[in-house]
């Protein structure tokens, strides 16, 4: 686990990956011994919210009491002893460039766990069988860090959860909990102690763990069932630097230094990371066949994609991105790989938006052969400051115009220069 978060903070230099990490590390510790639970969790209106800690329900403890949080981006909150909201100890900054060793003690430290509990749970369920469920935990650790830009949970990435409802096997007393992997429509769901409830029919990986397979091994498995071993995947420095790869990160420079102009706390990198979150560059890494094919379907996939950029960059401090800097982080990101990348004449070469930028939309306004409401329009328009709705009306306008045919592409001959 500390080289996948080596390998994770190598990319990202310090933030959330801190707190996938921490979690695995204290649940490998005090899960079978103490009943330590870390179950990731999601606040209405927000999405993902750090890592909750928790000890379970068990033989000794007839409730599950809530221990702390970790944040998202990796600080430690003791809810026992401290009260929700109190980040306690604060180690997002210090990680840049402390050893991880002296973190996980000042974190066990923080949350008053002890070497032995307090009370024996030799014949507790997490103690007879825990280390599966440590083994499933550091999966989904492993996943997260390494496949980042998917595991903002919103029900439509790599996700885990606890409950019951997908096994019916589950102890009811000592709920073991399911772990739940998913991306776009495919989905893997682990029970606690490993045996596999989605797909059916596939072995348990406790099993096949205790029979000599490496973690390895159930890693690559899972990537294989989750569609993750695209072109992507070598984004953490694992795997061979493929051309495609090369073009995913001139790309998404190219957004960057395209929709970064201008918007406080923003940089190449923090621009690339929000990108990399998002669906797009692993839709882009899949077939052709499985791209958007209509323009509605398009217009729908496009509002998720910026929607999941948006998302991010307000998750990293970036208070006043909006959603069209995302839109124009998208049709630069599209512009550079497949509009003018060459090698792909499909459809969504023909009807990808256009970057919406200030240059195109006075030069457009200036032409009296679109309608008086149009130009007005375009004319009074900040695309720094659209929001889904308006953006989506622009792009109404331009289709209304019949801008869209033979490839909105061409729309780009009123675009005259390299600011706005």
């Known amino acids: 686990m500390v080289g996948a978060y080596n390998d994770w903070k ?156 997908l096994d019916p096997k589950a102890d009811q007393k000592e709920s073991p909990g399911y772990t739940l992997f998913r991306t776009g429509g495919r989905a893997v769901v682990l029970a606690n102690d490993g045996r596999v409830l989605q797909p059916q029919g596939a072995a348990s990986l406790w099993h096949r763990f205790m029979s000599g397979e490496t973690e390895e091994d159930l890693d690559a498995w899972l990537e294989a069932e989750l569609g993750l071993t695209g072109p992507l995947a070598s984004l953490d420095g694992a795997g061979t630097y493929t051309a495609q790869l090369h073009n995913h990160r001139y790309a998404a420079w190219c957004s960057a230094r395209a929709a970064g102009r201008g918007l406080a706390g923003s940089t190449n990198t923090a621009i690339r990371n929000a990108l990399e979150r998002s669906d797009l560059p692993s839709a882009l890494s899949g077939p052709s066949s499985s791209w958007p094919s209509t323009p509605d379907g398009f217009d729908e996939t496009h509002q998720h994609w910026c929607e999941q950029i948006l998302g991010a960059l307000l998750q990293a401090g970036i208070s006043k991105a909006t959603f069209g800097r995302a839109a124009k982080i998208v049709a630069i990101y599209l512009k550079t790989r497949v509009v003018c990348g060459g090698g792909v004449d499909g459809p969504l070469r023909q009807f990808a938006h256009p970057p919406i930028d200030r240059v195109l939309l006075q030069a457009l306004a200036k032409e009296t052969s679109f309608s008086k409401s149009h130009r007005s329009l375009w004319r009074h328009t900040n695309w720094t400051e659209l929001n889904a709705e308006s953006y989506a009306k622009i792009i109404q306008s331009l289709r209304n115009e019949g801008l869209e045919r033979g490839g909105f592409w061409r729309v780009e001959k009123w675009w005259t220069g390299d600011t706005g």
């Open 10 to 165: 190598r990319r990202y230099e310090h933030g959330w990956g801190l707190a996938w990490f921490l979690a695995a590390a204290l649940m490998e510790r005090f899960h079978t011994s103490h009943g330590l639970r870390a179950v990731v969790l999601q606040r209405e209106g927000m999405g993902y919210y750090g890592i909750g800690l928790q000890l379970v329900s068990c033989s000794v403890r007839r409730e599950t009491a809530e221990l702390g949080r970790l944040t998202m981006s990796g600080d430690v909150e003791n809810w026992a002893t401290g009260s929700p909201g109190d980040h306690g100890l604060k180690l997002t900054a210090r990680a840049k460039n402390e050893p991880v060793p002296s973190l996980v003690r000042e974190a066990i430290a923080h949350l008053g766990l002890t070497p032995v509990p307090r009370t024996s749970h030799m014949d507790c369920r997490h103690h007879r069988r825990g280390s599966s469920a440590v083994l499933v935990f550091q999966l989904a650790a492993r996943l997260a860090l390494r496949y980042d830009h998917r595991v903002y949970i919103d029900n439509d990435y790599v996700a885990m959860r606890s409950g019951r409802k």
